[in-house]
């Protein structure tokens, strides 16, 4: 059918299928390539239905996609490879220099070469945190950094100077001008109320169902609590501790070191209903939570009592000016919130969104900014 190896053709194509509007996660790319490494590429029918199966996820994108597999398989290439036009494709990376211009396809033109590029930083945004290397995820830290990870503003009981006379006056600053014009105010002053960042309180659930993403999490944690923007932090297992001080420093690795030594509980057990009326007694209703944006970050498997958890939620909820609930689990096909926990804390939930990617984080910090709602709007009943 085609020569080239199966992961250089799975690019290639699936390239070509983006470009052409279809949507292709990078882990359907590599889905790809492992079928046509099984039932290989020397059949026709087969290569479409590899394709057919693991690249195209909506009915109405068929049409496309036989469209693009047409021009991009040519009917009339034969199965024999000595007989069949060669095709180069090379796969170039953002750490390639790429300084010979004959493997570039610019020599004497002999031979047709499509040079693919793609971004390390770009697949990362799109690749699922379980699958990282360590050595991705230290990497990944600095995109999180780039994030504006801050609450909306709400409107301050603190006011300053305006001059737009539909305002407040401002008593005491129009005596003071007009003590110095002989007692005529002459020049009226007024006031207006400002504006201040909505305190963000950020819950990571450290348990051991979390582990496979709550390293990465733990990395985002610190790069929103460095910004510096009235952010607060706590791990949540089989007990809650603060972390904000041990996460507010510069240096990530030593951030996240602190972090890591002053929670005892971590990989451990889940208990987010007892976790959760321990942040609402000590520090969620006395003050921390009202008014504040509340981001829960866990997966919803929980051993404790789903009642206790329902009011909590609950607690929070009456409280809270939003409450975001991340859940890494939620890009799962097929999945639906049926753990217990999940179930209890949903109801009482304003956004449910995903945690899986550093693409996913992005469109959690529009949300909580106030940019942006999740696909499935208010879900609070």
């Known amino acids: 059918m085609s020569t080239g190896t199966p992961a250089a053709i799975a690019v290639g194509f699936t390239h070509a299928l983006r470009h052409a509007g279809l949507t292709v996660p990078t882990r359907c790319t590599h889905t790809y ?34 469209e693009i597999f047409d021009l991009y398989f040519h009917s009339n290439r034969r199965a024999d490879p000595d007989a069949a036009d060669v095709l180069r494709v090379e796969l170039v990376t953002d750490q390639d220099e790429g300084d010979d211009a004959a493997e570039n396809g610019e020599g004497d033109g002999a031979d047709q070469t499509i040079t693919l590029r793609w971004s390390n ?33 709400h409107r301050s009981l603190r006011r300053t100077a305006s001059r737009r006379p ?40 450290v348990s051991g169902s979390m582990e496979p993403y709550a390293r990465a ?21 089989t007990r809650l501790t603060r972390v904000t001080r041990e996460l507010g420093a510069r240096d990530p690795d030593a951030a996240l070191a602190a972090a890591t030594d002053r929670v005892y509980d971590w990989s451990g057990g889940t208990r987010l209903g007892p976790c959760l009326r321990a942040f609402n007694d000590e520090w969620g209703i006395r003050g921390m939570a009202r008014g504040a944006t509340i981001v829960v970050l866990s997966d919803g498997w929980d051993r404790g009592d789903p009642e206790q958890l329902a009011e909590e939620m609950q607690r929070l909820q009456r409280v809270a000016h939003r409450v975001v609930w991340v859940n890494p689990l ?46 499935q709007g208010a879900i609070r009943s």
Not at 39 to 55: K, S
Not at 219 to 225: D, G, I, L, T, Y
Not at 226 to 234: I, L
């Open 33 to 66: 390539a492992e079928a046509l490494g099984t039932i290989g590429m020397g059949t026709r029918h087969g290569v479409y239905w590899a394709g057919r199966t693991t690249l195209v996820h909506r009915p109405e994108d068929i049409e496309l996609y036989d």
């Open 217 to 237: 999490l733990l990395r985002f944690v610190q790069a929103a609590v460095a910004g510096r923007q009235r952010v607060e932090a706590f791990a949540i297992g």
């Open 166 to 205: 539909t305002t407040v006056p401002d008593v005491r600053r129009t005596v003071r001008a007009a003590m110095r014009s002989g007692g005529e105010p002459i020049s009226r002053h007024h006031r207006r109320r400002t504006t201040r960042l909505r305190r963000l309180v950020l819950l990571l659930d």
């Open 330 to 375: 939620k890009t799962t096909p097929g999945y639906a919130p049926l753990a217990r926990g999940m179930a209890a804390a949903l109801p009482f939930v304003d956004d449910f969104v995903e945690g899986h990617s550093i693409d996913a984080l992005a469109q959690l910090a529009a949300i909580v900014a106030g940019t942006a709602h999740s696909p």
């Open 121 to 153: 930083a770009e697949v990362l945004r799109h690749k699922d945190f379980a699958e990282y290397s360590r050595d991705e995820l230290h990497h990944a830290h600095r995109l999180m950094a780039e994030l504006r990870f801050t609450g909306d503003r």
